[in-house]
């Protein structure tokens, strides 16, 4: 071995251990959405805020920065040893680059942000479920606050905007996501133009009375067949969907069951279970390091929508699940033909909340959150506002009005998370899956004919091989164009969801 | 504020930091046994580890021996600032007898035994469940081996056993344990020949088919009634019931349900129970200070067996909760009188699980492990040998051989979490209650009326009073005399137990 494999092996070995407090963080969020006594949110936030003032102080300690500088110089990027292989040269550039985001931002600032969003989260959800903006507005407003002085600490160049965006996905700017966004608009506009001069299918029979276990059973073997393996996770039941990983060995998912709708349910498990797969297919030698770690939010959210749109609200999917259905839910859907239900569940129809929106008007939701937040940490929009400028630019960009804040500027957790510049990432995933999959229809042109036989382990094997093992060894764009050979674009995603509502809008 | 009062404050911050860690510590060990997926077993086994080292680090460092300093001297014990208030002083002694104990052990040390007793958990669980004593036995070995280093660390006058037992109970040694059991032992096996002359009630209507479902319900009302606030725990189901707190405000109970047994359930409910009111009585004050913990694991254990054997095992608490039970059992119980279900729970009988003794015999069990763990601490019995060991000792205490390992030495979690020392504070447990319990009957001379009618919040508040509040203000012996006016001996216990049993059998 020589020096510098020691010293990668040394700087692997400090990173692991923030990594693991890292994964005790998310198993507390975890337990604070799933079973925490409503009582425990004091000590929650306490426990969180302890945490993640001991994380950031290893991720920016001493011992780390030499152990690093040893290896890449901080200040220039420049790497020491010429014989380190591509795979490490990534790692530590990435390293790097965390190491310079984290050393932004002071000790106290990174606790006080962790205590405070959780307790947000818990006065988000009170505020929610009584439809009372005003119990979190004033949590929110400090949020505000704190990211905007976030901005500052972390430094950008154009648009405060730009170092929030920067923590979720690195390689995109305020400026480059208002363009793709309004490219996006334009065509989605037109899009749901034409689909709401056509007649669509009656969804009707998609909602009704359907057993909760029954539910749970279809979506369990759901996430099973997708190749989710339960001796490395579970799935649990709680307010807002989510996925947690603390490890490859340990990534769970969440779910929510509506009892009067047959389809949510599995909606959810398919994009959960995506991120889940991605999380247990890192590499876990590599754990610890950016080759053990999700590209960026972006690539993650393209996971999860990639099994959820594209495979599951795909007509091949059900071909093979539909008969499972109807044996699931007797007597519920005797009479739906294949071609109707695929038509049922992938119904055009502007609606209040973001999760449960079409493939067409989903980006809307995320448009419209994209340029609030940006008004948000501009000044140019104050918390107070919110409610309605929400319900504008509802109006303005899907044509209605929530009936209440519950259903509108109060139905995401992410803002009393303090996840600002997040909410683009989710139309990124879009844009992304699409792409990839111009990429896995060409490597397997009988797709649809074995995903309608049932088959989805060669999915999730493609995606294994095509994303989950590189890491962070690439970023998203050189991902994308290794993957594909093409630049990346909002090409393919717009060319899948034309041809898609195409057919099944002309289709009598 | 003076600055002796200042001092104090910032080490009572430093420690909180600390105890916070500790509180998620707990947490991952609730997780482990309730929820985690099974892979994540070695994951879990590295965040134990981390944690460990990060807070012996903060228990052994500069800040706080500096801080401690202030206030108290660390190598003579003597208090700086004479106009300190008594409980202070108290918390300042418990605080440097802890630095003493925890800069004993190496860091290094402290993180493997954490380490190894996450991985000998999942080991012996394994081991219990294919009653395969060898799967079990490599840990085990490695674990005894850590232990009787772990009291050479912290050193010891006369026994290396002494080093360990005051972990858990500082005011004790090998030497006194001994004494003590020896008394119980002979008082006990005079009251169990007695016994075993006398006609015993068949206890068979407690076995049968009792629902998971409605026993858990009954379990949760009894919970609830003990004074356990939902909001600031929760009951969940573990194969080795426990109680586990991270905070007055989050401190969770776990049960098993035995489908065939009535009342293995309600014991441990009420067990885990009164370990939980202990801890949710705690002063939140003084949360991470010695006035905010419990005294010792015998008092802890005090509170347990109270409420289960003092309250639970009574004939007024059952005057009120037989109808209840019958109830919820509707056509089980119907001929059952008060008197039978009362000797039928009463039932003395040598049998296999310590869990599941009833009040004579179970300090046998006790007797039994404490000797074992002596030898192997002394080296006087080996790993391989503990299964015949175990075998000969209960022979000779019970009477009776265990038909395999996993009803005999595979039974208890303790040596696997590496809790040498543990076991004795079981029978202390059982000798405190008592002696407290006369305290209780002078100050509430209508307890049985009382309890009779249902009333169980008297008792809490007696509780909280006597001890609860307290935190580590004095020590248990010291506790036990102020409540009482009396010094601690094993007489209350033992006149209790001859007491009741000689009512119990000479009744026809």
Redesign the interface.
């Known amino acids: 071995v020589n020096s510098a494999q020691k010293n990668y092996e040394q700087l692997h070995h400090i990173s692991r251990?923030a990594r693991?407090?890292m994964?005790?963080s998310s198993?507390?969020d975890w337990?604070q959405e799933t079973?925490?006594?409503?009582?425990?949110a004091?000590?929650?936030a306490?426990?969180l805020e302890?945490?993640a003032g001991?994380i950031h102080e290893e991720r920016t300690s001493k011992k780390f920065a030499n152990a690093l500088s040893k290896l890449i110089d901080i200040k220039t990027g420049h790497i020491v040893d010429k014989h380190m292989t591509a795979p490490k040269i990534a790692a530590l550039r990435e390293w790097r680059r965390d190491y310079i985001r984290e050393t932004a931002l002071p000790r106290r600032f990174v606790e006080e942000l962790a205590k405070l969003s959780s307790l947000a989260i818990v006065a988000w959800r009170d505020a929610k479920q009584h439809n009372s903006y005003y119990r979190f507005a004033p949590f929110l407003d400090k949020i505000v606050t704190m990211c905007r002085k976030k901005a500052d600490f972390i430094g950008y160049k154009e648009h405060p905007y730009d170092a929030l965006l920067d923590q979720y996905e690195h390689d995109i700017t305020t400026k480059d996501v208002s363009k793709l966004f309004s490219a996006l608009r334009k065509s989605i506009v037109e899009l749901l133009k034409k689909i709401s001069q056509a007649k669509q299918e009656d969804d009707g029979f998609l909602f009704g009375k359907f057993s909760q276990d029954k539910q749970l059973e279809f979506g369990k073997k759901l996430l099973l067949d997708m190749g989710y393996?339960?001796?490395?996770?579970?799935l649990?039941l709680s307010a807002h969907p989510f996925s947690s990983s603390?490890?490859p060995?340990?990534s769970?998912v969440t779910t929510r069951i509506h009892p009067t709708s047959l389809v949510s349910n599995i909606f959810v498990i398919l994009h959960e279970g995506g991120h889940a797969l991605y999380e247990m297919g890192l590499p876990t030698e590599s754990y610890g390091s950016p080759l053990g770690e999700s590209i960026s939010l972006g690539m993650h959210e393209s996971q999860s929508r990639w099994w959820e749109t594209r495979i599951g609200q795909s007509k091949p999917f059900w071909h093979y699940y539909l008969p499972l259905l109807k044996k699931q839910f007797k007597g519920k859907l005797d009479h739906v033909s294949l071609d109707s239900f695929y038509k049922a569940i992938n119904k055009v129809e502007p609606s209040f909340i973001r999760v449960e929106a079409d493939e067409v008007t989903y980006t809307l939701h995320v448009i419209l959150r994209f340029e609030l937040e940006r008004s948000l940490i501009e000044g140019n929009l104050s918390v107070k506002e919110i409610p309605d400028a929400w319900n504008a630019k509802m109006k303005e960009l899907l044509g209605i009005t929530p009936k209440n804040n519950a259903e509108g500027c109060l139905q995401d957790i992410h803002w009393s998370m303090g996840a600002f510049g997040y909410f683009p990432t989710y139309a990124l995933g879009n844009l992304y899956a699409s792409h990839l999959f111009l990429a896995f229809a060409k490597d397997h042109p009988d797709w649809q004919q074995r995903v309608a036989a049932g088959e989805l382990a060669f999915i999730r094997e493609w995606l294994s091989q095509a994303v989950y093992q590189h890491g962070r060894r690439y970023s998203s764009k050189e991902l994308l164009k290794k993957v594909t050979g093409k630049a990346f674009s909002a090409d393919a995603f717009i060319h899948y969801l034309t041809n898609k509502y195409s057919e099944i809008i002309t289709k009598p």
């Open positions: 251990h693991i407090l994964g005790i198993l507390l337990d079973h925490m006594p409503p009582s425990g004091g000590i929650r306490m426990q302890t945490l001991i393996d339960m001796a490395k996770g579970r649990d603390a490890h060995t340990d769970r």
